[in-house]
């Protein structure tokens, strides 16, 4: 997720972001809009060429529906720890992309969660256009293809 840091309620909007990049893949050259159109973030290179950014986050439901499981690790469970530390709160959960996610949307409009496409090794550069608080969960749950059932660790880098 990412937020406007001078004000929160600005925040990434995955519906802005697809009409006016005219995409539903995010990759190379795609903008993160906020909710009032600004350009939060570009994406500047991807070695994976599409992420996803209409799956929305995993959550304890979500599973719960899908996979028949109760109380799995989940991503919503992570954005909310990760809220909490800046005062924020579920009402802060918003749209999200996806990273390393495979959801190809067909020809009948059918989607669904694929095996992903990345390699090891794979990345994603982004440049923050403006001053931006971003949350990253490394999806914990086992239960879909998108980590090819076995989340692995993930490595950001930051620089100025
Ligand atoms: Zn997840």
């Known amino acids: 997720m990412c937020f406007d840091l001078a004000n929160k309620e600005i ?3 995955n519906a802005n972001s697809i009409k006016l990049n005219r995409t539903i893949y995010v990759s190379t050259g795609f903008r993160l809009y906020s909710d009032i159109a600004e350009v939060l973030m570009t994406v500047t290179e991807d070695s994976v060429g599409g992420h996803d950014t209409i799956g929305g986050a995993c959550s304890n439901q979500v599973n719960l529906l899908r996979y028949g499981i109760a109380n799995t690790c989940s991503c919503r469970d ?4 990760a809220l909490k530390l800046y005062g924020m709160s579920s009402r802060d959960i918003h749209a999200n992309i996806n990273w390393f996610m495979n959801v190809p949307v067909n020809a009948d ?4 969660i694929e095996d992903g496409k990345s390699l090891p090794g794979g990345f994603v550069e ?14 914990p749950q086992f239960y879909n293809p998108c980590s090819g059932w076995n989340p ?5 880098i930051h620089w100025q």
């Open 11 to 13: 925040r990434y909007n």
């Open 78 to 81: 992570n954005f909310l720890t």
């Open 109 to 112: 409009g059918s989607a669904e």
């Open 126 to 139: 982004l440049l923050a256009e403006k001053d931006v608080l971003t949350l990253l969960s490394n999806c």
């Open 152 to 156: 692995t660790p993930i490595r950001v």
